[in-house]
């Protein structure tokens, strides 16, 4: 059987950090564990949500799954927002965000369930190593254009961005800027962030931690990203 149905939704959310936080949402309640522990689940579960969450929610899935045989799980993304509005209509049982609940949200149960980090991230060729906050937020401002000007190789810097409704970009604006410059080249996931930033040695881009593969990503302030 399937989780029974609450009013109230219930969003995972993994803790904003920059380096953010993930946070899971929904729709489904269980009852007692223990009334629960001898009876086969069966059905499918729906998640929908942050691209930060994904890694994690597919390895939970799996392990779920592998010791539920007749339960299914799929998860797609949209990023946090979605994950939150498809939650609170009932379109997905359970909802990612990788930010806290916003005031129109309050129809939702926030559930953390991880800490993650926020990573400035560049083309591994390009021979720059760190920033520090304000060159950060003075690059996605438009107000640093060329590498040289950061200690890096003369070139012009090509600055990626996430959609709105993203849990990584409100961390971001939340803590460097919310001014990034309009021509800035916006991506829908993580994952997006990172393919791009691996074929562009001009660019830079901000993403979870799970997404550093391939990338280099920036010590900041002085603190090497780990």
């Not at 950090?17 to 069966?42: H, K, P, Q, R, W």
């Not at 949500?49 to 045989?69: I, N, R």
């Not at 990172?194 to 920036?218: H, M």
């Amino acid at each position: 059987m399937l989780l029974k149905k609450v009013k109230k939704s219930i969003i995972f959310s993994l803790a904003a950090i920059f380096v953010a936080g993930m946070v899971l949402i929904t729709g489904c309640a269980g009852g007692n564990g223990s009334e629960n522990d001898n009876v086969e689940l069966s059905g499918k579960i729906t998640e929908a949500g942050s691209t930060s969450v994904l890694p994690l929610a597919e390895q939970l899935a799996l392990a779920f799954m592998q010791e539920h045989s007749g339960v299914t799980i799929t998860y797609t993304g949209g990023g946090s927002g979605a994950g939150a509005s498809q939650c609170a209509g009932g379109t997905v049982d359970i909802g990612a965000t990788s930010r806290d609940l916003k005031m129109g949200e309050s129809d939702l149960i926030s559930c953390p369930i991880a800490r993650d980090g926020v990573a400035i991230i560049i083309h591994q060729d390009n021979p720059l190593n760190a920033l520090d906050l304000e060159q950060v937020a003075r690059i996605f401002e438009g107000r640093i254009t060329d590498w040289a000007e950061v200690g890096g190789n003369p070139g012009s810097i090509t600055i990626y961005n996430r959609e709105e409704g993203s849990g990584t970009r409100d961390c971001f604006e939340g803590m460097v800027t919310e001014e990034v410059i309009g021509n800035a080249i916006t991506k829908k996931s993580n994952g997006e962030l990172q393919l791009a930033i691996q074929g562009d040695p001009a660019g830079i881009a901000y993403v979870s931690l799970g997404y550093v593969e391939g990338v280099k990503p920036l010590a900041l302030d002085g603190v090497e990203c780990s």
